[in-house]
């Protein structure tokens, strides 16, 4: 089961900063939180991931709080492409298992 | 730079029949994951290929078989189809070393099962 709680949707006006919360109260010491994003019928695509840190790429920042129980994606100017299924997923790193366990996600409306 | 390929795009198979679909790992990583995605669904891990040898499995039937080339390429094997194998297949590919290890995925297989 996936170890993640997600709203099940959000909207967002275009231009305006999107942020996406998730909760991981039962995160281990050893594992990172990951963002993707999945555009209907498309092969997820890798944002952003951190351990403890707050962390920014261009795509978007990353937020995780100290106790590490819950994060927010935040997509700083969204735009009308933004429009995707979010996931948010907690894993160990490679050598302790690979495998990403997906949960339903947050679909975000990015709307004119 | 080549991102992570599969073929084909779509296929529409009977049920009964047996089917493979392909993979291609970006450029430079040498571990290749596959996950199957229902309709409505997150994708679900099947089983993830490293150094030719199946390395971790998820919950699925042996129906589902893979296999890993020299050149890091793989395979997904599904015999003996059923109506709810119809699904997008999901390839990722990725680097095992460590905190380097992030999973990039290709566009999928569509596979109908009629």
């Known amino acids: 089961d996936a170890k993640t709680t997600q709203p099940p949707s959000m909207d967002c006006a275009e231009g305006r900063a999107a942020n996406l919360p998730c909760n991981h109260s039962?995160?281990?010491?050893?594992?990172?939180v990951y963002w993707y994003r999945q555009i209907h019928s498309q092969g997820p695509q890798y944002i952003i991931h951190?351990?403890?840190n707050n962390e920014t790429n261009e795509m978007a920042s990353l937020i995780i709080t100290e106790d590490r129980k819950s994060s927010t994606l935040i997509l700083p100017h969204a735009t009308l492409r933004d429009t995707a299924v979010y996931y948010c997923?907690?894993?160990?790193?490679?050598?302790?298992?690979?495998?990403?366990?997906f949960g339903q996600g947050t679909e975000l409306s990015v709307k004119p | 730079d080549a991102g992570v390929t599969q073929s084909p795009t779509h296929l529409i198979k009977t049920r009964g029949q047996q089917v493979t679909l392909r993979c291609s790992p970006k450029?430079?990583?040498?571990?290749v994951s596959w996950y199957q995605q229902a309709l409505g669904q997150g994708p679900q891990f099947i089983f993830q290929?490293?150094?030719?040898?199946?390395?971790q499995r998820g919950n699925f039937p042996d129906r589902f078989s893979g296999h890993q080339f020299p050149n890091y390429s793989s395979e997904l094997n599904v015999n003996a189809l059923l109506l709810g194998d119809s699904a997008l297949y999901l390839c990722?590919?990725?680097?095992?070393?460590?905190?380097?290890?992030?999973?990039?995925f290709g566009p999928g297989t569509r596979l109908t099962v009629l």
């Open positions: 039962t995160i281990s010491g050893n594992e990172y």
């Open positions: 951190g351990l403890k």
């Open positions: 997923i907690v894993r160990v790193l490679y050598n302790q298992g690979g495998k990403l366990i």
């Open positions: 290929y490293y150094e030719e040898e199946e390395r």
């Open positions: 450029s430079g990583h040498d571990t």
């Open positions: 990722a590919s990725s680097l095992a070393s460590g905190v380097r290890d992030t999973q990039y």
